[in-house]
């Protein structure tokens, strides 16, 4: 796992830098992050992720979108640890 942890470090890294913090591809890198250090037990790096996936989410989206609004692939960590933990599949991203 920390393979993988190296390579989604980079990965947001680099679409931060390419694409810019608020791209749909960037917050889906730091939804894996969130991910991935939730997987390795270091909830609060995980929720760290989790919360600027949120923020990030709600501010592209606003907070009337249905996607917010649901919480589907948005909710913080802190409140729902399932959800955080299921990446979306490729004919549910936007």
Do not use: N
């Amino acid at each position: 796992m920390t393979k993988h942890l190296a390579f989604a470090q980079k990965s947001a890294e680099l679409s931060k830098e390419v694409l810019g913090e608020k791209h749909r591809y960037t917050i889906h890198s730091f939804h894996l992050l969130g991910f991935i250090y939730q997987e390795l037990g270091r909830l609060d790096e995980a929720l760290a992720w989790s919360e600027k996936t949120y923020r990030l989410r709600s501010e592209v989206l606003g907070k009337q979108h249905p996607v917010i609004r649901s919480g589907r692939r948005t909710t913080p960590l802190s409140t729902s640890l399932p959800k955080i933990a299921k990446p979306c599949l490729k004919s549910q991203c936007h």
